[in-house]
C-alpha cells in the first residue's frame, strides 16, 4: 500500500492558485492518484484522478511528474468556498484493489 | 443528494443499547464501505463489500457488525459501544468501469453518533 505524505495545512487568499503536494514514492505500477475534498461533518467529494502527466476538469488540475513519486493538485483562482480538507489516495483501481485508504489530508483555508 | 443515502443523520444511543446504521445507494454500484471519522481525525477505513461479500475488515472490534444483504443496501450494527466510539460514520460506495476497474467512492452524508 503507497503511503501518502501531505502538508497539514495550508492558507491562501481568495482568488489566488492553490497547488497542494503529495509525496507517494512507493506508488505501484498499477496505482492511480485520486484526490478527494472534504467539508465538514459531510463525506468526501471526488476531485480529479490521474495516473502520468496533466488531467484537468472543471474544477482542478492534477501534475504527476514521470517517476510519479509525488502529484499536485491544483485549485485556479479559490474562493471562501474552497476551505476543506483534501485527500490524496494512491492504489490499485482494480477489482481486489485498495483505492480506498485515507491519510492524514491537507486543510486549506481561504482568506478574504 | 449525492446517490448515497444515510439514515439516520444522527443517533444518540447509550452503551447497553442496540442500534443499526443504514446506508442505501442508488447508483448501481457493486462496492459498499463503512468509514469511522472522529473528530478532527482522518478517515479510518472499518469494512469493504464486493458483489455482497466482506473483503476487508480493517481490524474492527466485534461491537460492530457489518451487514450487506445486496449491492444496494449497507449495514452497521452497533451493540455496548463505548463513549470513543462517539464519530461521524460514513457509507461510500463504488462501482465497475467498462475496463475492470474501480470507479471513484461515493459518499453520503454520514450519520453523527453519540454514545452516552
Known amino acids: 500500500l503507497a503511503k501518502t505524505t501531505q502538508p497539514i495545512s495550508m492558507d491562501s487568499y481568495e482568488g489566488q492558485e492553490v497547488n497542494i503536494t503529495c509525496s507517494h514514492n512507493n506508488i505501484a505500477t498499477n496505482d492511480y492518484i485520486t484526490w478527494y475534498q472534504q467539508f465538514p461533518s459531510q463525506g468526501p467529494r471526488f476531485i480529479i484522478q490521474g495516473y502520468k502527466t496533466k488531467v484537468t476538469n472543471e474544477v482542478a488540475s492534477l501534475f504527476i511528474p514521470a517517476d510519479r513519486k509525488s502529484s499536485t493538485l491544483s485549485l485556479p483562482r479559490v ?13 490499485d483501481l482494480g477489482v481486489g484493489g485498495n483505492q480506498f485508504y485515507f491519510g492524514t489530508g491537507t486543510s486549506l483555508t481561504v482568506i478574504p | 443528494e449525492t446517490g448515497v443515502t444515510q439514515t ?3 443517533l444518540v444511543m447509550g452503551m447497553t443499547n442496540k442500534k443499526s446504521l443504514k446506508c442505501e445507494q442508488h447508483l448501481g454500484h457493486n462496492a459498499m464501505y ?22 476487508e475488515n480493517n481490524s474492527v472490534p466485534s461491537r460492530f457488525s457489518p451487514e450487506c444483504p445486496n449491492s444496494s443496501h449497507l449495514f452497521l450494527h452497533l451493540h455496548t459501544l463505548q463513549p470513543e466510539d462517539s464519530a461521524l460514520y460514513l457509507c461510500a460506495s463504488s462501482g465497475t468501469t467498462m475496463r475492470g476497474g474501480k470507479t471513484p467512492l461515493h459518499f453520503g452524508h454520514g450519520t453523527r453518533l453519540t454514545v452516552t
Open chain 1, 79 to 91: 474562493s471562501l468556498s474552497d476551505t476543506a480538507v483534501y485527500y490524496c489516495l494512491v492504489g
Open chain 2, 8 to 10: 439516520p443523520r444522527h
Open chain 2, 34 to 55: 463503512w468509514y469511522k471519522q472522529s473528530a478532527k481525525k482522518p478517515l479510518e477505513l472499518m469494512f469493504v463489500y464486493n458483489f455482497k461479500e466482506q473483503t
